[in-house]
């Protein structure tokens, strides 16, 4: 079975300092993997996904995450934050033979003035 | 429709009473998904329709919850005898990702159903 571990469930941080949520997974074959992004008071919607090639992948609102195969890891990070980043984050993963969808926790981001 | 539509918003009921709560899909997505939201208990997998083939139904948490899809499109979650420990925001999510050709998109989500057992 696959699992999501979102070390962090807040993260506080300033405007314009850069910022990583965590996200580990366990999984015995291969998995696409993905973050979503929840607003306050929204829905969930994309912010980035893995399913092959480059490593490094880039997503909306300036956010990238990096796939570590070695260290089963997937962590979101930001060089610079705003106000309006200020939302809970999903991790999710979906092993490339199922469509059965796990999530994490989630982890708020929660950034001051 | 534009995105994935889920009725009611809010539904508040009494303990005892069961309740329907129903999602419509992105016309011509397969896979459709329910999860449950609970405050600081992250997206609850419940269960998950894939086309004609069997649902995973692997994450209802007891046999109170039952969910349907009618003709590959809308679904309906179904809680009977509500309990207080069933108030969450239910969401759904449909895509159209197919299996096992691999390549796989984005699962979309409806704004959820809030739902207050009192």
């Known amino acids: 079975a696959q699992s999501v571990t979102q070390l962090d469930s807040q993260v506080p941080v300033f405007e314009e300092a850069p910022v990583e949520l965590r996200c580990n997974y366990s999984?015995?074959?291969?998995?696409?993997l993905f973050w979503y992004v929840q607003y306050p008071n929204q829905g969930l919607q994309l912010l980035l996904k893995?399913?092959?090639?480059?490593?490094l992948v880039k997503g909306i609102n300036g956010f990238e995450a990096e796939f570590n195969k070695s260290q089963t890891s997937f962590h979101l990070r930001k060089p610079s934050v705003h106000i309006s980043d200020t939302a809970e984050y999903f991790c999710?993963?979906?092993?490339?033979?199922?469509?059965?969808?796990?999530f994490g926790t989630g982890t708020r981001l929660q950034v001051f003035p | 429709g534009a995105g994935v539509s889920q009725s009611p918003s809010n539904k508040v009921t009494e303990k005892g009473k069961d309740v329907e709560l129903r999602c419509d899909p992105i016309?011509?997505?397969?896979?459709l998904y329910w999860y449950r939201q609970s405050l600081g208990q992250g997206l609850e997998f419940l269960i998950y329709?894939?086309?004609?083939?069997?649902?995973?139904k692997s994450g209802l948490p007891s046999d109170r919850f039952s969910a349907e899809r009618t003709g590959g499109s809308v679904s309906t979650l179904t809680i009977q005898r509500t309990q207080q420990e069933d108030s969450a925001v239910y969401l759904c999510?449909?895509?159209?990702?197919?299996?096992?050709?691999?390549?796989?998109?984005?699962?979309?989500f409806g704004q959820g159903t809030r739902l207050t057992v009192v």
């Open positions: 329709f894939q086309g004609n083939s069997a649902p995973d």
């Open positions: 999710a993963v979906r092993r490339i033979n199922t469509d059965k969808l796990i």
């Open positions: 016309s011509g997505h397969t896979a």
């Open positions: 999510a449909s895509s159209l990702t197919p299996v096992p050709t691999g390549s796989s998109t984005e699962a979309f």
């Open positions: 893995y399913l092959s090639g480059s490593t």
């Open positions: 999984s015995s074959v291969s998995v696409y």
